[in-house]
């Protein structure tokens, strides 16, 4: 409107709402991307991206350094690049660090701070508000373990050494099922951890010596003549053994658990993930949020 | 207790804390009956509790409570009693020997039975076997009052110590406070709950932004706040001779006229509006329905000074 | 603007309803069989702390189950249908604590969304909400740089920002001095008048529950001892309150004589409201020469009903 015309008053006052509001389900999503957006520490100041960048570059450099391999050298044979199998156990340290900062991140502030309280007064429960931080920190680890993958699959592309059409479905499902099985782990694992204090340096301690301390009890005990069966407590290495089945590749030592089945491996593993989450669940329930 | 009137006389008293001053040169002297320390969040008030109790140190100028400084003289804290605003943490132990613990730490012979009279002066059953914990806010906090007088100070200390009570309660601890005011004690309260304030008394300090805003009875203070003339709301079947009578006498400055029977009178001397009012309306056969000061409450007075 | 007053051709919501509610921990019993109707405009839930106000709170959100007893709120019960029935409230609880690091916008827009509104709603709707609450710049900060004043003022825009049907204030304004306090109660009171949500407010005072209520359930021992609409509980014979600035007595025997029942306190009487007794106060007054400070009708208060005790 142009001035001139006749002049109006215009009601400041306050709008009530009549648009459409989301399905309950929503608010799942809604915090699941906002747990996502916070451990990477993305709307947060510049030194809350810091630890995370450099995980995330320590875990994709071997991919990226392999991809730049095979654009620049000559004379590549198969056996120089990485195999998707090592890739895992390689960055091994990448994926403790980056564990022991998500999971901490995402579950221990809220509780500390009141926001558990707030978020449950909302359209969530206990449960959901769980499924909606397990995904995000899902999520969140699975970029960097499926993601450094698919960089690999990328050299290999690059290098000539890539899958043929018909084998590219089966070595996408590989990726995925390496990625998603590797992600669940340290995800379970962590969350668990976190479940148990509200001091996120605390948790991301814990979280490293869980990745730690049991693969190093058990193998020494293991050479003493306990059973190979013991050996599925030593996580991380059972899902990078997984990992390596998954691929149908040996690898390069020979610890205990490559005795054992693949079908035992597989369901250690996934033993470990459901006991996490369980330990998770049942924290969670009892917890006092309310106040 | 001594015949002497407690007082607690703070004088220049300023306290900083690197380049923010807290309190800036406060000087008050308070005696026996209740006072009341008001301001608004940061003016300095629980700065200057802490420096009556000993629990601080002046920067500059001198506390004196008792006659004595309360944190040089660690004598003179056997004489004050204090009930503190924060929840304290309460050992399973009945009221009687909580109280009982406080006696003995203040060196009395015949903690319980001590223990028993404090309890009993609040209201409470000093045979009651049941642990601190399982009673109400309310009950804890008339335990902790009969902690802070065991001792029969002559100062008494209180932060908020109507916080979390139902109207039962905060009456029966009216009557306590006031009281002990009324024996002689020097006691001081602060609140930020004026209805509550207004109950205990009518001596209040007002601080703000570090510094001493107002002191005395605020039934005084409010004629005091001359730059704005005191306003009374009456409700008169005859308004208009009413107002017009007052006008000529030049007892009321200014009027407003709301509806068929109220009158709004402004005026810069309430006292003889006061005294004008009955014998006015009675000369002009006015009836007096209502008579109301606006804004002469605490809470008038409050803003005021605090909004100078 | 939609008008917020009740229509009078509807039935009266009932916002919250409550018959035998029971809540224990462990042998301790929170509610000991609570009957409640909480309806539109602004209840004031009444009691001392300890009495039962939050665990009831607490139900009414489901966010805790109870042992015994029915419970509906907004025509659900909150114990299977709690998502349903916390998406459509909003709350502020009593304590402080809130994520230090979150700037107030940013709290308030997630809190919003998180209340099932579209991004962009939440953007602007947590926008309007803070401006309401008096939060001008100061939204930008962190709220863990906030005082206590203004945490208050983020809380209740939380509440509301997604323009809940009903609103749970507990203990709002604790921690607030006296300027605050008003202005707080002001702003409840606004936003229960205008803008069309239901208020309850769960508060030990007294004073405050009476200035901003319509309504007030008064909550002691776990059960609910009096209830019902302002107007109604203090109902009640009418006397004539006078406050004179010396002299009562004489002025009380004056009135005596004339035959008036008096009861003297300090400088306050207290009178019935019989025929003529404005006018002999007035002249009593004016013959004694003293100052007339306060004349006025004094119905029961809210605090007479609480002291007069459960019906």
Redesign the interface.
């Known amino acids: 409107m142009s001035v001139g015309q006749d002049a109006r008053l215009f009601d400041l006052g306050y709008r009530a709402y009549d648009g459409p509001r989301e399905r309950p389900a929503r608010a799942i999503l809604t915090l699941a991307l906002f747990t996502m957006r916070r451990v990477l520490g993305l709307g947060r100041g510049g030194r809350h991206k810091v630890l995370p960048a450099i995980t995330l570059a320590i875990a994709y450099l071997p991919a990226l350094t392999s991809v730049a391999f095979s654009v620049l050298a000559n004379n590549i044979v198969a056996t120089d690049l990485i195999t998707y199998g090592d890739y895992m156990f390689i960055i091994g340290s990448a994926l403790a660090l980056f564990a022991a900062l998500v999971a901490p991140e995402a579950l221990c502030p809220d509780r500390r701070s009141g926001m558990l309280g707030l978020y449950l007064a909302g359209p969530l429960d206990r449960n959901r508000y769980l499924l909606a931080k397990g995904l995000g920190v899902l999520a969140v680890m699975l970029l960097i373990t499926v993601g450094p993958l698919l960089f690999m699959l990328a050299a290999n592309v690059i290098a000539g050494f890539g899958p043929s059409a018909g084998e590219t479905p089966k070595l996408l499902l590989r990726i995925a099922a390496a990625g998603l099985v590797t992600a669940l782990l340290y995800t379970s694992l962590s969350m668990a951890v976190s479940s148990f204090t509200t001091r996120r340096a605390a948790a991301a301690v814990a979280v490293v010596l869980l990745l730690l301390v049991p693969a190093s009890v058990v193998r020494p005990a293991i050479d003493a003549g306990a059973p190979n069966a013991l050996d599925l407590l030593s996580f991380p290495f059972v899902v990078f053994d997984l990992s390596y089945r998954i691929f149908g590749e040996q690898p390069g030592d020979d610890a205990p658990v490559r005795e054992l089945a693949t079908w035992v491996v597989a369901a250690g593993v996934g033993a470990a993930i459901a006991a996490g989450a369980l330990v998770c669940w049942i924290r969670y329930r009892r917890i006092e949020a309310f106040r | 207790m001594s015949t002497v009137e407690p007082r607690v006389v703070a004088e220049n008293v300023s306290k900083w804390f690197g380049a923010l001053v807290a309190v800036s040169d406060v000087s008050f002297d308070i005696g026996a009956g209740i006072t009341a320390l008001?301001?608004?969040?940061?003016?300095g008030k629980s700065t200057m509790f802490r420096m009556l109790c000993g629990l601080a140190r002046p920067s500059k100028g001198t506390v004196r409570v008792l006659g004595r400084d309360p944190r040089a003289d660690t004598g003179v804290t056997r004489m004050i009693g204090l009930v503190p605003q924060q929840e304290s943490v309460f050992e399973p132990l009945t009221a009687r020997q909580f109280v009982a613990l406080s006696a003995r730490l203040h060196g009395l012979g015949d903690p319980e039975r001590a223990a028993g009279a404090a309890l009993e002066q609040v209201g409470l059953d000093p045979f009651d076997r049941r642990r601190l914990p399982a009673y109400?806010?309310?009950m804890r906090q008339r335990v902790k009052v009969a902690q802070a007088i065991i001792h029969d100070p002559a100062v008494l200390v209180l932060d908020e110590p109507l916080t979390?009570?139902?109207?039962?309660?905060r009456?029966d601890l009216v009557v306590l406070f006031r009281r002990l005011g009324s024996e002689g004690r020097c006691v001081i309260v602060s609140s930020?709950?004026?209805?509550e304030v207004e109950r205990l008394g009518s001596q209040v300090l007002v601080m703000s932004q570090g510094r001493l805003a107002a002191a005395g009875d605020f039934r005084e203070l409010r004629a005091l706040m001359d730059d704005r003339p005191m306003r009374i709301r009456v409700r008169t079947d005859r308004p208009r001779e009413l107002a017009g009578a007052l006008l000529e006498r030049g007892t009321a400055v200014g009027v407003r006229l709301d509806g068929d029977e109220v009158l709004e009178l402004d005026t810069r001397d309430a006292?003889a509006l006061?005294?004008a009012?009955?014998?006015v309306?009675?000369d002009r056969h006015a009836?007096?329905?209502?008579?109301?000061?606006l804004d002469a409450d605490l809470?008038g007075v409050?803003?005021y000074v605090?909004q100078r | 603007m939609a008008s917020a007053l009740p229509d009078p051709s509807q039935p009266a919501l009932s916002v919250v309803s409550a018959r035998g509610v029971v809540k224990r921990y462990g042998s301790t019993v929170a509610l000991a069989g609570l009957d409640a109707d909480i309806g539109p405009g602004i209840t004031g839930l009444l009691g001392s702390n300890g009495a039962g106000k939050t665990t009831f709170i607490s139900l009414v959100l489901g966010l805790r189950s109870r042992d015994a007893g029915e419970l509906t709120v907004l025509g659900h019960d909150p114990a299977t249908a709690g998502i349903e029935v916390r998406s459509r409230m909003g709350y502020a609880p009593e304590h402080h604590d809130l994520p230090a690091e979150l700037a107030a916008t940013d709290l308030v827009r997630h809190l919003s969304e998180m209340h099932l509104l579209p991004q962009r709603a939440a953007v602007q709707r947590a926008n309007d909400a803070l401006w309401l609450v008096g939060l001008g710049e100061e939204r930008f900060r962190p709220v863990g740089t906030m005082s206590t004043g203004q945490r208050q003022r983020v809380k209740l825009a939380s509440a509301i920002a997604h323009d809940p049907e009903v609103v749970l204030l507990d203990e709002p304004t604790d921690g607030l001095d006296p300027m605050q306090r008003t202005e707080m109660l002001d702003l409840i009171r606004r936003i229960g008048t205008e803008f069309g949500m239901h208020i309850v407010i769960s508060s030990h005072h007294l004073e405050e529950v009476e200035r901003i209520c319509d309504a007030v359930v008064i909550v002691e021992g776990g059960e609910v001892v009096r209830a019902g609409t302002l107007a109604d509980l203090r109902r009640g014979p009418a006397g004539l309150v006078v406050e004179v600035d010396e002299r009562a007595d004489e002025l009380a025997s004056i009135l005596r004589a004339r035959g008036y029942n008096i009861t003297v306190e300090g400088d306050v009487l207290l009178l019935g409201g019989e025929d003529g007794v404005h006018d002999a106060v007035r002249d009593g007054v004016a013959d004694l020469g003293i100052g007339l400070r306060r004349l006025g009708t004094r119905g029961r208060t809210l605090e007479d009903v609480y002291m007069g005790g459960a019906t």
């Open positions: 008001l301001g608004p969040n940061g003016a109400s806010k309310g979390g009570l139902d109207p039962r309660q009456a930020h709950v004026l209805d006292r006061a005294h009012l009955a014998p309306a009675r009836r007096l329905y209502e008579v109301n000061p809470e409050f803003r605090v």
